[in-house]
Nanobody, 118 residues
């Protein structure tokens, strides 16, 4: 059973910074993508950023230049550094792991709240 445990998040003023981390455990196919999605109240869950086990990164247009995603494959952990935060970044942030194996399994963390005050 794969588990994703998120940490970080909280309350910050606009222009500030926060970091998130997500540690995965269990039987995980070595080729995969880990990343972050977010969901604001009344809105759909949207991409924030992803990174593959090979290091390829993908960012939403709204987070390019402000957020940085990284990962430690040895620790099966993904990180998200968020700088110059805006009130529009307020949402529940969810960690995601998508396997590139034949099963194409997809896993989600429990979510962590990020609130940016103006």
């Amino acid at each position: 059973q794969v588990q994703l445990v998120e940490s970080g998040g909280g309350l910050v003023q606009a222009g500030g910074s926060l970091g998130l981390s997500c540690a995965s455990s269990g039987s995980i196919f070595s080729s995969n993508a880990m990343g972050w999605y977010r969901q604001a109240p009344g809105k759909q869950r949207d991409l924030v950023a992803t990174i593959t086990s090979g290091g390829t990164r993908n960012y939403a247009d709204s987070t390019k230049g402000r957020f940085t995603i990284s990962r430690d494959n040895a620790k099966n952990t993904v990180y998200l550094q968020m700088n110059n935060l805006e009130p529009e970044d307020t949402a529940v942030y969810y960690c995601n792991l998508r396997s590139f194996g034949l099963d194409g399994a997809n896993y989600w963390g429990q979510g962590t709240q990020v609130t940016v005050s103006s």
